[in-house]
């Protein structure tokens, strides 16, 4: 299984980015996938998060204080893939974002996968 990330760049204060993940390989289920931060000298931190749907459930969705408002996390089930479309992005939001994703891989147990990381910058 693999993650990749897309989207990142340099982008004024104010101004929007989207970003993609896109999950291949031996997939049976993606369950919960997400989106992490990692600025210069600072932990990991998540950033935005999606559940799956169940039989009688809709996915739900879970925010950092710092970019509700801002930030929208969602996913396409089809082509297994997340994105975060990320509006009026601040000097603060500037990072490494990385993907984060549980899937239950064909035949195989559940894991924990990360993408390589895509790096955003917004200057002021």
């Known amino acids: 299984v693999q993650l990749v990330e897309s989207g990142g760049g340099l982008v004024q204060a104010g101004g929007s980015l989207r970003l993609s993940c896109v999950a291949s390989?031996?997939?049976?289920?993606?369950?919960?996938i997400g989106w992490y931060r990692q600025a210069p000298g600072k932990q990991r931190e998540l950033v935005a998060g999606?559940?799956?749907?169940?039989?009688?459930?809709?996915?739900?969705?879970k925010y950092a204080d710092s970019v509700k408002g801002r930030f929208t996390i969602s996913r396409d089930n089809a082509e297994n893939t997340v994105y975060l479309q990320m509006n009026s992005l601040e000097p603060e939001d500037t990072a490494v974002y990385y993907c984060?994703?549980?899937?239950?891989?064909?035949?195989?147990?559940?894991?924990?996968?990360w993408g390589q990381g895509t790096q955003v910058t917004v200057s002021s």
């Open positions: 999606i559940t799956s749907a169940g039989i009688t459930s809709t996915s739900s969705t």
């Open positions: 984060n994703a549980i899937i239950r891989v064909r035949e195989g147990p559940i894991g924990d996968y």
């Open positions: 390989g031996s997939i049976s289920r993606i369950n919960n």
